[in-house]
């Protein structure tokens, strides 16, 4: 550790010991200083170690000894049996129903069979790949009934700076040490046990499997069952015909899918604990007092696994390169403000598990890869809360795994729109979503529109730090056609001469009615912004605008005003400011300058507003965890500094010991949204967005005990 923080510790050993404007962060210190410390299992969250695409949670063992918390991946889906009677030439032509919209039918993927609906909508889902526990053994082989109760002087801890956790305790007298870490570039965990248990047989480790039934919309705290043994199989291999220097490689098959896991390191015999169960107990050969093993996870068998120390040391050069090398805020050193201790905590474990959970291949799930919502599928309108604040703290190795998705999809999203809702043009974004780009059936899934201007603003972000003609060119056609569908949906109204957004459509809150909701005041603005960033692309691109987007946003219909205030959309009881049915989810009225820039038709006094009366108004204790920071960009935008900070500290947006974003009301822990928004929010506040004229214009001042530092960070559009 000493050597791989080198590059920070030298600097700072050579700068004065006063912090200077230009002294370098001292990283380390504050990093470290937030490592997570536990002295029992919390029964709600796990502690975690993972690289993105993959991630293990431990309880207080380092291990899922007395706590199945998940191992979950970006590629481990599975689906379950077809329903009864059906075959997939069903699932391919299923139809769902025609809507009447502005003259025409569209057909949108909802009812239908339900059966059929049902099945899509919960396939494929995500599953839990096994757990890998501490066994306690008898000294000859079996499992002996050891509780968490049965362990004393328990000390665990993670060490954020190099991604590995370090638990102790003792058992009978005995002292036992684990340390766990994950690879980075695979799906593998690395785990060293010491202890003189292990030289007298009662010590060693077990894997197990569940059985992941895909009919629960969320699975949480846990993922799977591990009692229904015969809905799915296991088979384990040993011996010659294995890859390299693998010793054991179990198979588990669950439907139609089967996934392996390979284990390897020091020598070890395996077997299996019963023929009816799924768990598997490994002993070390040797009489040594330490026992290093890789339990590795894979869709096809591995022609070998690292070594435990390749997976140590690869984590100590991923997280250090993390932590070193990208953006860095430095909220708490210099300032007096008690409330700044708290919000760097939440940086800085937010920072540790987004890159754990939400930096995978795929868009991630609300809960990252901590346990199951929605079948474990991802949503599109997410993707900005989970995946833009990457942009704006320079990690962008991290937020390209997940863009990709947009030109892969491209070709199925045009169909969307052109072939089944039978739009002239452009391409429809999904929402509900799962890795084959498939919309999930559903109302909302298929009505909402917020989703669609996102890889605009994601392509902006891009084009800024990497201003180069092949930024252009990567995202021309996503660019090209997503604009070009939110022309095609702005409906040319005769008699205003204006276009419309609506009906048929869900605002971002989900609480109006479709068939009537027209001109909702956010999605109005956000596709005027959006629009006006896909014009600036053909600019820079060299080519003309086409005339339907430059028309369109000239002409969309005018923000619905009432009472001097924006309204939800056009129409809406002028008495919603205080009917629960609206005021009851996301108060997505104070993104219109907060969240979003302010746009050319919004304005400036009456987005202001609107805004504080909707920090009185809405019901916040209903509130979802992104938006407490959407909140935050709303005051800070509008020089309500302290306020900007006090929505990011409120009460009901809770992170845990070891940061985990609590679901509150609205949804099970965690809900990740919370941790993303907040580190877009803080970014934003804290290196200024486009025509900020201070330093730190979302923090309050130095006079007011803030002192904010930032390295390596861009400014929020
Ligand atoms: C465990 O930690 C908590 C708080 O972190 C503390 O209150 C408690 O005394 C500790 N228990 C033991 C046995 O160390
Ligand atoms: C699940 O089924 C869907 C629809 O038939 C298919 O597109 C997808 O590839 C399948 N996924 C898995 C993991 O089997
Ligand atoms: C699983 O495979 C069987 C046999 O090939 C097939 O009939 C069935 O449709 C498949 N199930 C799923 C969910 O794909
Ligand atoms: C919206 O219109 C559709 C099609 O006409 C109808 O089936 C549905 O019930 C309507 N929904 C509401 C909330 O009015
Ligand atoms: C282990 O097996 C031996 C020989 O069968 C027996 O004497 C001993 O009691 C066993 N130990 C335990 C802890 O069950
Ligand atoms: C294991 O021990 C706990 C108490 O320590 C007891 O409640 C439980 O029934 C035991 N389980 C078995 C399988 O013996
Ligand atoms: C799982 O097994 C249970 C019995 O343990 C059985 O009732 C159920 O139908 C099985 N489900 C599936 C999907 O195989
Ligand atoms: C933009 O999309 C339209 C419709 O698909 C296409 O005709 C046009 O050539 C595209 N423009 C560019 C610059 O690729
Ligand atoms: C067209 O705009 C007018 C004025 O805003 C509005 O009253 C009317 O409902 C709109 N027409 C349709 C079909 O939405
Ligand atoms: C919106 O702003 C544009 C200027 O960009 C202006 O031409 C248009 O008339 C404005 N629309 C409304 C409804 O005020
Ligand atoms: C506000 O939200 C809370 C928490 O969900 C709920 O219990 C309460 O009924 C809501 N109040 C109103 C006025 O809708």
């Not at 990283?27 to 919390?42: D, G, K, L, Q, T």
């Not at 690292?306 to 210099?334: C, M």
Request: glycine residues 8%; charged residues 15%; contains cysteine.
């Amino acid at each position: 550790m000493g050597l791989l923080r080198s590059s920070v510790a030298s600097i700072l050993i050579c700068a004065p010991l006063l912090a200077s404007a230009n002294t370098r962060i001292d990283r380390y210190a504050i990093v470290s200083r937030y490592n997570p410390h536990r002295n029992a299992s919390s029964q709600t969250t796990p502690i975690q170690v993972g690289n993105g695409n993959f991630a293990f949670g431990a309880d207080v063992t380092g291990l899922q000894t007395f706590l199945p918390w998940a191992t979950m991946s970006s590629w481990g889906w599975k689906n379950d049996s077809l329903p009864a009677g059906k075959t997939q030439a069903d699932i391919d032509d299923y139809k769902g129903v025609s809507w009447p919209s502005h003259g025409r039918d569209i057909e949108y993927m909802f009812d239908g069979e339900p059966l059929m609906m049902q099945w899509m909508i919960s396939n494929p889902n995500r599953v839990n790949l096994g757990q890998v526990g501490l066994l306690f053994a008898d000294g000859n082989g079996s499992a002996a009934n050891v509780t968490e109760a049965d362990l004393s002087d328990i000390s665990q801890d993670l060490d954020l700076w190099t991604g590995i956790i370090t638990s102790s305790f003792t058992y009978q007298g005995k002292k036992i040490t684990v340390q766990t870490s994950s690879a980075q570039s695979s799906s593998a965990i690395g785990v060293t046990v010491t202890s003189p248990l292990l030289q007298t047989g009662q010590l060693g480790i077990f894997v197990d499997f569940p059985w992941n039934d895909g009919t629960n919309k969320f699975s949480a705290p846990f993922v799977g069952t591990f009692s229904m043994t015969s809905n799915h199989t296991t088979a384990l291999r040993t011996g010659n015909g294995l890859g390299g220097n693998v010793q054991a490689e179990i198979s588990h098959t669950q439907v139609n899918t089967t996934f392996l896991t390979s284990i390897g390191g020091d020598a070890f015999s395996i077997f299996r604990v019963s023929p009816s169960a799924h768990r598997y107990n490994i002993l070390p050969s040797s009489q040594s007092s330490s026992l290093s093993v890789v339990v590795s996870y894979s869709p096809a068998a591995l022609k070998s696994v690292p070594e435990p120390s390749a997976i140590e040391s690869e984590s100590k050069e991923v997280w250090n390169g993390f932590w070193s090398s990208s953006g860095f805020v430095d909220l708490y050193t210099g300032s007096t403000d008690s409330r700044a201790e708290e919000l760097q905590r939440r940086v800085i474990l937010s920072r540790y598990l987004l890159h754990v959970n939400e930096a995978g291949d795929n868009p991630p799930q609300e809960s990252g890869l901590v346990n199951n919502g929605w079948y474990g599928k991802f949503h599109m309108e997410m993707f900005f809360w989970h995946l833009c604040h990457w942009a704006l703290w320079n990690n962008w190795d991290l937020l390209d795994r997940a863009t990709g998705v947009y030109a892969e999809w491209l070709q199925s999203s045009l169909e969307r729109a052109q072939v089944q809702e039978g739009y002239t043009s452009g391409a429809r974004w999904s929402k509900m979503t799962d890795p084959t780009g498939r919309s999930a059936p559903g109302e909302i899934n298929e009505l909402l529109i917020w989703q669609q201007p996102h890889p605009l603003v994601i392509a902006t972000y891009d084009y800024r730090a990497h201003k180069t003609r092949t930024t252009l060119e990567k995202w021309k056609d996503v660019v090209n056609e997503t604009a070009n569908w939110m022309a095609d949906f702005a409906w040319f109204n005769q008699s205003s001469s204006r276009y419309d957004l609506g009906p048929t459509m869900y605002t971002v809150a989900e609480d109006t009615n479709p068939n009537i909701t027209r001109n909702p005041s956010f999605e109005l603005s956000y596709w005027r912004f959006g629009l006006d960033l896909a014009g600036e692309w053909f600019d820079h691109l060299g080519e003309k605008q086409p005339s339907a987007w430059t028309h369109v946003k000239e002409n969309l219909a005018p923000l619905p005003v009432e009472d001097g205030l924006y309204a939800v959309y056009d129409g809406i009881e002028s008495d919603f400011w205080t009917d629960p049915t609206y005021i009851n989810d996301h108060p997505s009225l104070v993104g219109l300058h907060g969240w979003l820039p302010l746009t050319a038709n919004v304005s400036l006094d009456i987005a202001k507003a609107t805004a504080d009366k909707a920090f009185t108004s809405w019901n916040i204790s209903n509130c979802w965890g992104w938006d407490f920071p959407m909140l935050a960009m709303s005051a800070a935008r509008n020089g309500e500094l302290d306020q900007a900070v006090e929505w990011l500290l409120h009460p009901l947006f809770e992170f845990d010991d070891v940061g985990m974003p609590v679901g509150g009301v609205r949804a099970p822990t965690p809900y990740f949204p919370g941790s993303g928004s907040l580190l877009y929010a803080v970014a934003m506040m804290a290196e200024g967005w486009d025509g900020s004229k201070t330093k730190a214009p979302g923090f309050p001042g130095k006079s007011e005990g803030w002192n904010v530092r930032t390295e390596g960070m861009s400014q929020a559009l």
